[in-house]
């Protein structure tokens, strides 16, 4: 995913949802589900990276994703275990946690003619009711939290401007019947043309849990392979699976608060170690939520490295080459002298 290409932060898990239109627009879907803009208007994803917080009863979540499109609101369904607590974060924390994060560059300068160019290596690696738990603005979102049925929980958001496929609510109601609720969110975005992307403050939801979660099983519903990048604040360095498969970590260490200030309010107390995975995910193997457990090797520190080689080849051939052309002058001159004495 284009670093530069990330919008500060965009809460949006396993739906963005039509609102408005009588049309639907086609889908896309990223790493934690389908996104579709109000009527049939244009939308392109750059891939998705998230942050949770877990201290051993509580989480935090915040996702941010690459959002261009001309529509001037989009929707969003979120599960979560347990009703949640809305607050807006620094909108600088992703830049600054991918900083921190970001392998270490070792430079070596090549010297002799023969050696290798300039290359990268590898980083190291139906029916009932509905209730409404809260109703609430936070900042530019209008948020409302649901629990009920598949059923009820459908009519209400259909009553409420949201439009969602089948296969996205039936996956709903699978959440809703183990208990989770369903946070719903509209978002007004600023500007207007395609090619903008669009930026909007952060939105963390915090929520009690005993073990920490990142919902995905909505996301098996894509059509492509999904970019994803998760950063994940917890007491000790976690190992993270999706399905049968594990994602690969690229960095692990303790959170340094002085590199990314934007996120020390994110990362709670007794969440100090940071573990960041990188993958991309074929929605056929997505068959869970992400879960998480301690690390098997574990608090050992991780960072990527890449090694750059330059060359220098080309200044050494050059002064080579200036030293036989200074000798040969000065050969030149010595036999040039030596005539001239021998005339003379």
Not at 207 to 229: G, I, K, N, Q
Not at 260 to 275: I, K, V
Not at 319 to 328: E, H, P, S, T, Y
Request: glycine share 12%; aromatic share 6%.
């Amino acid at each position: 995913m284009a670093r530069r290409h990330r919008p500060l932060l965009l809460l949006v898990t396993l739906l963005l949802a039509i609102m408005g239109g009588v049309v639907a627009a086609p889908a896309y879907a990223c790493a934690c589900g389908a996104y579709e803009p109000s009527r049939q208007r244009d939308l392109s994803l750059s891939g998705e990276q998230a942050a949770i917080s877990f201290d051993g009863s509580r989480e935090r979540m915040a996702i941010s994703t690459g959002l261009r499109t001309d529509s001037t609101d989009l929707a969003v369904l979120l599960p979560l275990p347990a009703e949640a607590t809305l607050t807006l974060a620094d909108s600088a924390m992703f830049d600054q946690l991918y900083d921190a994060t970001a392998p270490e560059v070792i430079t070596t300068e090549n010297w002799l003619p023969g050696g290798s160019g300039v290359g990268d290596g590898a980083p190291g690696a139906g029916g009932g009711s509905v209730q409404v738990l809260e109703e609430k603005r936070v900042g530019e979102y209008a948020t409302a939290q649901l629990r009920g049925t598949r059923d009820a929980v459908a009519d209400w958001l259909g009553a409420n401007g949201f439009r969602s496929r089948d296969d996205v609510l039936d996956g709903l109601g699978d959440y809703l019947e183990r208990g989770w609720i369903v946070l719903a969110v509209r978002a007004s975005l600023p500007g207007g043309g395609a090619d903008e992307l669009r930026n909007l403050q952060p939105l963390v939801a915090e929520f009690a849990t005993s073990e920490p979660v990142y919902p995905m099983l909505l996301s098996a519903t894509s059509e492509d392979r999904l970019p994803f990048r998760l950063y994940a604040f917890a007491p000790h360095r976690l190992d993270a699976t999706v399905g049968a498969a594990s994602l690969p970590v690229s960095f692990a260490g303790p959170f340094d608060a002085g590199a990314a200030p934007a996120a020390a309010a994110f990362a709670q107390p007794g969440a100090g170690f940071l573990t960041r995975f990188d993958d991309v995910l074929d929605p056929r193997e997505i068959t869970s939520d992400v879960a998480f457990a301690d690390s098997a090797v574990g608090d050992q520190p991780l960072r990527g490295v890449i090694h750059r080689t330059v060359d220098r080849s080309g200044w050494t051939l050059a002064g080579g080459a200036a030293i036989l052309i200074i000798a040969a002058i000065a050969v030149a001159v010595g036999v040039g002298l030596r005539r001239r004495r021998a005339a003379g």
